[in-house]
């Protein structure tokens, strides 16, 4: 029914940039809050980075002045620009959307597959 695709990972050496891409596609009335998070080995997954469909962001501490998302709603993608990237950045990076299919219902969840970003010292 929706589908959320991640571009743009890779790798990349300490002090470096990426930009991450999620598309999300399908049968979308509305799409809320989009974000993205991170899973490390070991690792819990936790918060990149949200923003509402107004633009109000939000960000995990250890991305703050490093990291900015943003959205194109006309084009349901939302983006994250990675800068003085570091070794402990290195996860797997998921988009996440909160989606209304229906609007007598409320938002879903909805992850993408997850793309690899790896920080080399």
């Known amino acids: 029914q929706v589908q959320l695709v991640e571009s743009g990972g890779g790798l990349v050496q300490a002090g470096g940039s990426l930009r991450l891409s999620c598309a999300a596609s399908?049968?979308?009335?509305?799409?809320?809050?989009m974000g993205w998070y991170r899973q490390a080995p070991g690792k819990q997954r936790e918060l990149v980075a949200t923003i509402t469909s107004g633009g109000t962001t939000n960000y995990g501490d250890s991305m703050k002045g490093r990291f900015t998302i943003s959205r194109d709603n006309a084009k349901n993608t939302v983006y994250l620009q990675m800068n003085s990237l570091k070794p402990d950045d290195t996860a797997v990076y998921y988009c996440?959307?909160?989606?209304?299919?229906?609007?007598?219902?409320?938002?879903?969840?909805?992850w993408g597959q997850g793309t690899q970003v790896t920080v080399s010292a």
């Open positions: 996440n959307g909160k989606v209304v299919i229906n609007p007598l219902f409320r938002p879903a969840d909805y």
């Open positions: 399908g049968r979308i009335f509305r799409l809320e809050d």
